[in-house]
């Protein structure tokens, strides 16, 4: 079960996923800000429901968009709606958003699917 109620209003939505770090507000911010125009035949808040299903929460938040997608949204959301399809994806999204050493980004880029987006 994830962090976000049907309760939940924007602001609290962020407090949540973000846990207080700052560069995980502002990447949820972006992605709801400007999700929309990335992939147009989404929702920018389905990116936000994505995160929260994955348990991808605070400074993992800010991993994935500032060290492994070099803070371009496509590439983030691109990440998420892979792990979204696919378990074992989403397991090795976790893994490599909870690496703060910039291993993330190379276990990811060794992924035949993850890999596809570095390129």
């Not at 989403?90 to 050493?101: K, P």
Request: proline fraction near 2%; glycine fraction near 10%; charged fraction near 25%.
């Amino acid at each position: 079960m994830g962090k976000i109620t049907m309760y939940d209003n924007l602001t609290s939505v962020v407090a949540k996923l973000s846990e207080g770090n700052p560069g995980a507000m502002n990447a949820c911010c972006l992605l709801i800000k400007e999700g929309g125009s990335v992939y147009p035949y989404g929702n920018s808040f389905e990116y936000i429901k994505d995160l929260d299903d994955l348990g991808i929460y605070g400074t993992d938040i800010y991993v994935l968009w500032s060290d492994i997608c070099q803070r371009d949204l496509a590439k983030m959301i691109a990440m998420l709606r892979i792990a979204m399809r696919d378990a074992g994806k989403a397991d090795l999204l976790r893994n490599a958003c909870g690496r703060q050493d910039y291993s993330g980004r190379k276990l990811l880029q060794d992924d035949d699917i993850f890999g596809s987006i570095f390129n």
